[in-house]
């Protein structure tokens, strides 16, 4: 699902970060130091081992997040441009805004179809 990470649960000391560090392949540790490293959410741990549970076909999406500019990629707002204000697992809300109008509408949209603008 994430090619080329590595989920680690070790409760990490200066001699088993070495020991890490030094795995083929590998080309960073996330975090700024052996006792500072970056930690995923057991939420979304928790996620992962269900979506892998679940046997279900699971394909890369583009990253995204609420207040993100993004663009419609298909369905009837195919090109249109705006912010994603509101995420819900399939559904979220679109809005377009004309600045000069200074004034916005929103839809709810399917989320697989924007990717960052």
């Not at 699902?1 to 409760?11: N, V």
């Not at 030094?22 to 979506?51: N, T």
Request: charge should be positive; aromatic fraction near 6%; proline fraction near 6%.
């Amino acid at each position: 699902m994430f090619s080329g990470y590595l989920f680690l649960h070790h409760q990490m000391t200066p001699q088993s970060y070495v020991e890490v560090s030094q795995a083929r392949g590998l080309v960073k540790l996330l975090g700024e130091s052996w006792d500072h490293l970056a930690v995923v959410p057991e939420r979304d741990v928790e996620a992962i081992r269900r979506l892998h549970a679940s046997k279900l076909p699971a394909t890369p999406h583009p990253y995204l997040q609420k207040g993100q500019r993004v663009r419609v990629v298909g369905g009837l707002l195919a090109g249109a441009a705006g912010i994603l204000l509101r995420m819900n697992p399939n559904k979220g809300l679109f809005v377009i805004s004309v600045d000069i109008l200074q004034r916005s509408v929103a839809v709810e949209i399917d989320c697989t179809l924007v990717v960052p603008a």
